[in-house]
């Protein structure tokens, strides 16, 4: 494989990973989850060594993104927690009607 090649190769893949990050960064609060994140395999050659500071931000993009999407998870979980507080006007388990003709 070419030297042209590897960069190609990996200038695509930090590319897409920037892109998933800034779309995860971009989401409406309370939405990161719901961006497609796609699974990828790292190429099969080391990082060029001219796109090592590139590989640098775009992992700082990443840190960016997760800590989005941890908040997101929290805010989620204390919405949830304050749902569960509330009393229900029944139990799940009692009649939801009552047969008074028998």
Same mark, same amino acid.
């Given at each position: 494989m070419s030297? $042209? $090649?590897?960069t190609a190769e990996w200038t695509a893949l930090l590319d897409r990973l920037e892109l998933d990050a800034d779309r995860i960064l971009a989401a409406a609060p309370g939405t990161a989850d719901t961006a497609v994140i796609e699974p990828w395999t790292p190429p099969s050659t080391p /990082?060029?060594?001219?796109?090592?500071?590139?590989?640098?931000?775009?992992?700082e993009r990443?840190? /960016?993104?997760?800590? !989005?999407? !941890?908040?997101? /998870?929290?805010?989620?979980?204390?919405? /949830?927690?304050?749902?569960?507080?509330?009393?229900?006007? !029944?139990?799940? $388990?009692?009649?939801?009607?009552? $047969?008074?003709?028998?």
């Open positions: 030297a $042209d $090649d590897v /990082l060029p060594v001219h796109l090592a500071d590139r590989a640098r931000r775009v992992v990443q840190r /960016l993104a997760m800590e !989005r999407a !941890r908040t997101d /998870l929290d805010d989620l979980r204390q919405h /949830l927690g304050a749902v569960d507080r509330i009393p229900g006007t !029944r139990r799940p $388990d009692a009649p939801a009607f009552l $047969d008074v003709d028998g």
